[in-house]
């Protein structure tokens, strides 16, 4: 993949589809306007888009006619990181343009949103209809006295519902917040009382793999310990009434009033996304409304060519940044798929059908997915119409080349196959999908445009066709404005900038290859990413010790060679106690109620002792090496562990793993 000779390509785009990439005509506009060059195709625009980083995003703004409804003095006032300062003195709305279909007289009786449950059953809201419950509810929240930099918060599935509360949220200057209702109710809580939110939108339950999963008591609980609400907005999607005091959703959507977009400061808090929270309680990670405005603009509209007439899907759920990214899809004017249910019933090609039904052009889904269609059997082209789909894009974790592969010979040889790699902490992607270039197997397309994306060994030195942290050198604008509760800025330093001072450091391993693209090798930390959702420890650690029998735990994510993720828990007993089936299955049930399925592990293993540093803190990062096969030595510092004798279990259980794929 890295070699000086490029590789012959898996997918080449045809003159006829260059061309007609949106990207291309905004680079012939940018030349026209602003210098961008006019030869050269992608990389020439990559190069320019760095090094006149102003002029580029200015150029972004006035190609999608951003609303300024007053302009800034300078596009960027200062390119420091962290504290850049984009577009001083502007405002807007970004649920404005969020709903600026809407307005043409063409398109407003479109659908907006596609919204499919297990049944499969699609079910369309239009534009005019999203503006007109978007309106309502925006008027609600001000007469609840719901005013800009509160915050709201959504306890809601992927459903239409949420899309209507966080536009009508930022249609107020108020900031969005949500956690997916498989969260067990310490786990929402962690996050909500950072951020302290004034309302709280809710749904008694939702259903998942064929089966209802009420949720009234986690409400109740989530009632009681936000004290900060002052109201509490029932949707009944189970059909039970509402609670005592709580407000109904269908009351509040009701009116016929215009929408008031509250125009804000460029650096005004849209939302606030949540870290996993490995080392504690999650970062809140709060973004700006200008910021992502752009950002989602350029990612959307450039990189995965939306458009009217696009409908784009991608398998989400609330707890997780895809989804903002998802519903970001409404600004190209593209209609957006809501699917809510498990993305594997009634059985495994679930997704697929769902592209099919809904005229889906760009399909996203994670990696772990496309690894289990191929590893199950499915056959998507052969069972489904899937010729509206002409990009399949992957996140979450590195498609392997197995998954490249598939995806051409199972779906179609004239498929653009889009591995894109980006983070919660900016809401975007670094490197992935360009229309324009060819897709090589194991790789990602290249750096998104506005992004100086490099390889860096330790020492700061840019690497090529070697492995080396993904660092950043230039600010974006969707890069947060700040961490919630973090008022030096202490701890967002700490998160990106003190390996590289001011460069932003992101903690994955990648190469960068001769021919401009990029391969990511998974996490340079210690986060669990598993099924695209990536999930802290501490939050594994709080529910398995709980149980008397867990003297401590130790739970470790590994992406495997084939493409699939391995994570095994490690428990240390306390003394009397025994591993047993009884046991194992209290572990997996307590971790399914109180966080989510998702965060059961594969495996469940005795081990004699769990190693920590000096300061008592749980090594993670040095026994993920030890399972990969790194040697001891290389592995971990001696002289930074309470134990060394107790990291020798895992090394010998990596060589043990090894023999046996062997």
């Known amino acids: 993949m890295t070699s000086s000779a490029n590789p012959a390509p898996l997918w080449q785009p045809d003159a006829d589809r260059i061309a007609a990439a949106r990207i291309t005509r905004f680079q012939a506009w940018a030349a026209d306007r602003y210098g961008a060059p006019a030869e050269g195709g992608y990389p020439a625009l990559h ?53 600026r279909t809407a307005e043409d007289p063409a398109r407003a009786h479109e659908p907006a949103l596609v919204h499919l449950d297990e049944t499969h059953t699609p079910a369309a809201v239009s534009w005019a209809e999203l503006r007109r419950q978007v309106g309502s509810l925006a008027a609600e ?66 259903r998942y793999g064929g089966k209802e999963h009420d949720r009234a008591d986690v409400v109740a ?36 009033v215009e929408p008031d977009f509250e125009q804000v400061p460029f650096e005004h808090p849209l939302w606030v996304l949540y870290s996993s929270g490995t080392t504690g309680l999650p970062k809140a990670i709060v ?17 995965c060519d939306l458009g009217p007439g696009d409908r784009f899907f991608w398998y989400t759920s609330t707890g997780w940044m895809m989804w903002n990214f998802l519903v970001s899809g409404l600004l190209t004017g593209t209609t957006v798929v809501l699917y809510d249910g498990s993305p594997g019933h009634p059985d495994t090609g679930a997704q697929w059908a769902i592209a099919e039904r809904t005229g889906t052009t760009l399909f996203g889904t994670s990696a772990a997915y496309v690894m289990a269609c191929r590893k199950a059997g499915v056959h998507p082209a052969r069972d489904h119409d899937l010729t509206t789909v002409r990009c399949v894009a992957t996140t979450g974790s590195p498609l392997p080349p197995d998954g490249f592969r598939w995806l051409h010979d199972e779906v179609r040889e004239d498929l653009w196959i889009a591995s894109v790699s980006g ?23 290249a750096a998104c445009l506005g992004t100086d994306l490099q390889s860096w060994d330790p020492h700061g030195k840019p690497l090529v066709g070697e492995v080396g942290e993904l660092v950043v050198t230039n600010p974006m604008p969707s890069m947060p404005i700040r961490f919630w509760n973090d008022p030096d800025g202490s701890r967002y330093r700490d998160s990106y900038f003190e390996m590289f001072p001011g460069v932003w450091r992101h903690g994955d391993w990648i190469t960068i290859t001769d021919h401009g693209s990029v391969v990511i090798h998974g ?30 735990s130790l739970v470790i994510g590994l992406e495997e060679p084939g493409g ?98 062997g």
């Open 564 to 661: 699939g993720y391995w994570m095994p828990l490690f428990v240390h007993l306390a003394p009397g106690a025994a591993l047993d089936d009884d046991l194992r299955s209290r572990i997996k049930r307590a971790i399914r109620e109180q966080l989510s399925p998702r965060h059961v592990p594969d495996e469940i293993i005795e081990v004699p002792g769990v190693p920590h540093t000096l300061t008592g803190k749980r090594i993670e990062v040095p026994v993920k090496r030890l399972l990969q096969g790194t040697a001891l030595t290389k592995a971990v510092n001696p002289g930074s562990v309470d134990d060394l004798e107790l990291l020798r279990f895992y090394e010998h259980l990596a060589r043990e793993r090894a023999a046996g794929r």
């Open 287 to 303: 973004q700006s409304q200008g910021g992502i405005l752009l950002e989602h603009f350029k990612q959307l509209g450039l990189h």
């Open 221 to 256: 609980e989530l009632r009681r310990e936000l004290p900060t609400l002052r109201a509490v907005v029932h949707i009944p999607l189970l059909g039970s009434p509402a609670p005592e005091g709580a407000l109904e959703w269908s009351a509040l959507t009701a009116g016929d």
């Open 523 to 552: 996490r340079s930390d210690s986060t669990l990413n598993r099924q695209g959702v990536r999930m802290g420890s501490a939050d594994i650690y709080e529910v398995v010790e709980r149980l008397p029998e867990i003297k401590e």
């Open 47 to 99: 190069r320019w888009s760095v090094d006149r980083l102003e002029t580029f995003w200015q150029a972004v703004a006035d190609w999608f006619d951003v609303r300024f409804s007053t302009p800034g003095e300078r596009v960027l006032a200062d390119r420091g990181m962290p504290g850049a300062r984009w577009f001083p003195g502007a405002t807007l709305n970004y649920a404005e343009h969020a709903l």
């Open 141 to 206: 929240l001000r007469a609840l006295g719901v005013r800009p930099g509160d915050r709201v918060s959504g306890y809601l599935p992927n459903i239409p519902q949420a899309v209507t509360a966080l536009l009508a949220t930022a249609a107020v200057g108020a900031t969005w917040t949500s956690c997916a209702p498989d969260f067990g109710a310490r786990s929402v809580l962690d996050r909500f009382q950072q951020v302290e939110p004034v309302v709280l939108f809710t749904v008694d339950g939702y």
């Open 423 to 445: 983070g919660t902490d900016v809401c975007s992607c670094f490197a992935g999908a360009v229309p324009t270039l060819p897709v090589h197997i194991g790789e990602l397309q």
